[in-house]
């Protein structure tokens, strides 16, 4: 199937993908459709509700790959203050996790694995943290904290 697919600032994705499977996620109550893009058969995510077009193309009988939704490994650091790592455990209980006790005094260091697909998500979770969670790696998410946070700045002004 074609679609065309909105990305952030407007931006859109377009191109040919395998459809391989829909799922919904209760936690972000979201549908996402987990496909192939057809050219370098590269595996997906798909928010449904930013498919902005789709049209059907032929049927295709292919084995497709599995699709394993790659987990990114997200490293933090949550400073214990009221509470703060006892929140953060139960807020990212759908992801699976590892906490691990630091050399400094009330810092924990938090390990999550997303996937790929929901780390916008996870950025939006992590800064509801406000400053008793720091992200560490990787850059990329390091790199979206910072533009995000730069854009609020921006709407103050």
């Known amino acids: 199937m074609a679609l065309v697919y909105q990305v952030r600032d407007q931006k859109a994705?377009?191109?040919?993908?395998?459809?391989?499977r829909l799922e919904f996620s209760q936690k972000n109550d979201k549908f996402r459709l987990l496909c192939f893009r057809k050219v370098d058969m590269q595996p997906f995510t798909l928010n449904l509700a930013k498919i902005l077009d789709v049209?059907?193309?032929d049927l295709m009988v292919r084995e497709l790959p599995e699709?394993?939704?790659?987990?990114?490994?997200?490293?933090?650091?949550?400073?214990n203050h009221r509470n703060a790592v006892d929140r953060a455990l139960?807020?990212?209980?759908?992801?699976k996790k590892k906490a691990f006790r630091t050399e400094r005094?009330?810092?924990f260091e938090l390990e999550i694995y997303?996937?790929?697909?929901?780390?916008?998500?996870l950025?939006?979770?992590?800064?509801?943290f406000g400053p008793m969670m720091q992200v560490l790696a990787p850059d990329s998410v390091v790199g979206e904290m910072k533009w995000r946070l730069g854009k609020q700045l921006d709407l103050q002004n």
Not at 90 to 95: E, Q, S, T
């Open 90 to 95: 139960i807020h990212f209980a759908d992801y």
């Open 105 to 107: 005094e009330n810092v």
């Open 13 to 20: 994705l377009t191109g040919t993908f395998l459809p391989v």
């Open 123 to 128: 950025v939006i979770q992590i800064l509801s």
């Open 67 to 79: 699709h394993g939704m790659e987990a990114v490994v997200v490293r933090c650091h949550v400073v």
């Open 55 to 57: 049209e059907l193309g």
């Open 114 to 121: 997303c996937p790929r697909g929901d780390l916008t998500e």
